[in-house]
C-alpha cells in the first residue's frame, strides 16, 4: 500500500503516542492532536486520507467534530470510545462516521479497519464509468453523483452503498450481502451497521420518507433499489 496519511485526535497524551507507533510501524504517516479545533486546522492544512476520532474530546466533542468535518469533506472517519451505550455508537453512524471501534481494542484490529476504510476509498475512486438510471447518476471517474439532477457529496461509505444499489436495480440485497459489496472488512463489521448506514444514505439523497424512498427495506430480509416508480412521476 502506497503511504497514506492519518489524523488522530484524541486527549490522552499517552495514547496519542501509541497509536502514533503503530500506524508508523504499519508504513502509514501520521499526525496527532489533542483536541476539535487543533483536528479541524489539521484537516484543512494537509493532505490527511483517514481520520481517528476520539468521542471523548475536551471542548468540541468528538459528535460535533465530527459534524464539522462531514461539512466539507467525505474523507473517512473511524471513531475511538472508551463508552458501551448503544445510543454513541448510533449517534458516530449516523452522523457520518464510518466504523467505530471502542477501547480497548488490538492493534491488529485497528490496522485492519483503517485498510479496509482506505481500500473502500480507493476501489470507488479507481472505477472508471458512468451510472445513470434516469433518477441516479454515478461518475466513477469523477467520483460524483447526482439525484434527479442535483449534485450530492458521498462519504466513501454512501457512495459504496448507493453504487451497490444502482447496479443491482430490482435485487433483494441482504444486510450480509452489503457489507460484502460495499464494506470489504476483512475482521467483520455487525449487520445493524448496514440499517444505519441506509438510513443516513437516504436522508442524504432526500428519500427519508419511506413510503416513497426507491431503498425499499423489505422487512426480514434487506433491501431493495426501484428507480423505475419514482422516474416515472417526474
Known amino acids: 500500500m502506497p503511504e497514506h496519511h492519518v489524523l488522530v485526535v484524541d486527549d490522552d497524551p499517552d495514547l496519542r503516542i501509541v497509536l ?5 510501524h504499519a508504513g502509514f504517516g501520521v499526525t496527532t492532536v489533542p483536541d476539535g479545533r487543533s483536528a479541524l486546522r489539521a484537516l484543512f492544512d494537509g493532505k490527511v486520507d483517514l481520520v481517528v476520532l476520539d468521542i471523548g474530546l475536551p471542548g468540541l466533542d468528538g459528535f460535533e467534530v465530527l459534524n464539522r468535518i462531514r461539512d466539507v469533506s467525505t474523507v473517512p472517519v473511524l471513531l475511538l470510545t472508551a463508552r458501551t451505550r448503544e445510543d454513541d455508537k448510533v449517534a458516530g453512524l449516523l452522523g ?21 476504510l482506505l481500500r473502500r476509498t480507493s476501489a470507488s475512486a479507481a472505477t472508471a464509468d458512468v451510472v445513470d438510471d434516469g433518477l441516479v447518476r454515478l461518475d466513477h471517474d469523477r467520483r460524483e453523483a447526482w439525484v434527479e439532477g442535483r449534485p450530492v457529496a458521498l462519504t466513501p461509505i454512501e457512495w459504496s452503498l448507493l453504487n451497490a444499489f444502482v447496479r443491482r436495480p430490482g435485487l433483494v440485497l441482504t444486510p450480509a450481502q452489503l457489507l460484502e459489496i460495499a464494506w470489504h472488512d476483512p475482521v467483520g463489521i455487525g449487520p445493524e451497521r448496514v440499517k444505519f448506514a441506509v438510513l443516513r444514505l437516504r436522508k442524504r439523497l432526500g428519500w427519508s420518507d ?3 424512498s426507491p431503498i425499499e427495506s423489505v422487512r426480514g430480509v434487506g433491501y431493495r433499489y426501484r428507480p423505475r416508480p419514482n422516474t416515472a412521476a417526474t
Not at 96 to 115: C, H, Q, W
Open 210 to 212: 419511506p413510503a416513497t
Open 96 to 116: 457520518g462516521a464510518d466504523d467505530y471501534l471502542t477501547k480497548p481494542f488490538s492493534n491488529r484490529e485497528l490496522i485492519a479497519r483503517s485498510v479496509a
Open 20 to 24: 502514533e507507533g503503530v500506524y508508523r
